[in-house]
């Protein structure tokens, strides 16, 4: 079971990734109009702010998928591309051969921080 959950965190890390960067851009955007900044029509500080998210969520996702993140270029542009669907299915590709032939020692790691490897004593 625990495994399904970990599948499913790392299908949900890309979506809430993008999901985060709409509500911190609403959410900045109505406090800026609040106190009349000139940012909240700045295209170069809405951009910066796309950047932002799309850098934290392809290093985030790196450390846990070993991949970029999907969705990076929608995140980026506010729009998705056809270039941007085929660096999805790359990644994609990437992160099912990861999963299937390089993580085993990942996983044990995870395992291990996470003290699901039971420890017997042994009088030997």
């Known amino acids: 079971m625990s495994h399904l959950l970990d599948l499913g965190l ?4 890309d979506r809430t990734n993008y999901v985060q960067d709409v509500i911190s851009s609403i959410a900045i955007s109505k406090f800026l109009y609040s106190i009349d900044s000139l940012l909240a029509s700045n295209p170069t500080f809405w951009t ?8 934290n969520g392809d290093r985030l996702s790196k ?9 990076t270029s929608a995140t980026r542009t506010g729009k998705k591309t056809f270039a941007g669907l085929l ?5 994609s590709v990437g992160r099912a051969y990861i999963n299937n032939f390089q993580d085993k ?3 044990n790691a995870i ?13 030997c």
């Open 10 to 13: 790392i299908i949900s890390l």
């Open 48 to 55: 910066a702010h796309r950047s932002l998210w799309a850098d």
């Open 63 to 71: 450390i846990y998928a070993g991949t970029g993140a999907l969705n």
């Open 87 to 91: 660096s999805d299915a790359t990644k």
């Open 105 to 107: 020692g990942k996983q």
């Open 111 to 123: 395992d291990m921080l996470l003290v699901r490897y039971l420890v017997v004593d042994c009088q």
